[in-house]
T-cell receptor, first 110, second 115 residues
Framework: AQSVTQPDIHITVSEGASLELRCNYS??????LFWYVQSPGQGLQLLLK??????LVQGIKGFEAEFKRSQSSFNLRKPSVHWSDAAEYFC????????FGAGTTVTVRA | KAGVTQTPRYLIKTRGQQVTLSCSPI?????VSWYQQTPGQGLQFLFE???????NKGNFPGRFSGRQFSNSRSEMNVSTLELGDSALYLC??????????????FGPGTRLTVL
């Protein structure tokens, strides 16, 4: 069975500070991993994805994520947060059937 | 290219009624997936259609059903609505190859409220 755990429900960061969101997954084979962002009242937008190859993946909006098989983790990072990054972030694993984590809400303070 | 569209955006129904939600995928996309999002259960996979065939199904009761038409548009139906069916229903489409690695593009969702 596939599953995702996002340990942090809510994170508050100052604008300009770095951000790291944690994601741990469980998957029977080589995982397809994704990070999505959802703004209030909106659908999900894909930030980045990992299927194979280089374990450091670059995405949109300055985000990156690192796949660590030994730790079953796929953490999302951004070096310098902007106020517009305030949103809910979801880690997901799977193929046609995605399993999502519970999400991490990011608040950005001025 | 137009994105994934879902209609209606908002719905209010009463318990026991049935509802049909519609999803128009991105032009050329043949796979459509449906997800339910609630505060308590989060995002849960309902089902996925590819070329008019249900290819994958999540763990939902039979009251939840779907179909896909030859133009790849999809509908999902919920019969005998319960209060717990109140949720944001998200549709996602992915490209024509049908491969597992294809990116899923999500629509804005239909907000269903059951009274």
């Amino acid at each position: 069975a596939q599953s995702v755990t996002q340990p942090d429900i809510h994170i508050t960061v100052s604008e300009g500070a770095s951000l790291e969101l944690r994601c741990n997954y469980s998957y029977g084979a080589t995982p397809y991993l994704f990070w999505y962002v959802q703004s209030p009242g909106q659908g999900l937008q894909l930030l980045l994805k990992y299927f194979s190859g280089d374990t450091l993946v670059q995405g949109i909006k300055g985000f990156e994520a690192e796949f660590k098989r030994s730790q079953s983790s796929f953490n999302l990072r951004k070096p310098s947060v902007h106020w517009s990054d305030a949103a809910e972030y979801f880690c997901a694993v799977g193929a046609w059937e995605l399993s999502f984590g519970a999400g991490t809400t990011v608040t950005v303070r001025a | 290219k137009a994105g994934v569209t879902q209609t209606p955006r908002y719905l209010i129904k009463t318990r026991g009624q049935q509802v049909t939600l519609s999803c128009s995928p991105i032009s050329g996309h043949r796979s459509v997936s449906w997800y339910q999002q609630t505060p308590g259960q989060g995002l849960q996979f309902l089902f996925e259609y590819f070329s008019e065939t249900q290819r994958n199904k999540g763990n939902f009761p039979g009251r939840f059903s779907g179909r896909q038409f030859s133009n790849s548009r999809s509908e999902m139906n919920v019969s005998t609505l319960e209060l717990g069916d109140s949720a944001l229903y998200l549709c996602a489409s992915s490209s024509s190859t049908g491969g597992a690695e294809d990116e899923q593009f999500f629509g804005p969702g239909t907000r269903l409220t059951v009274l």
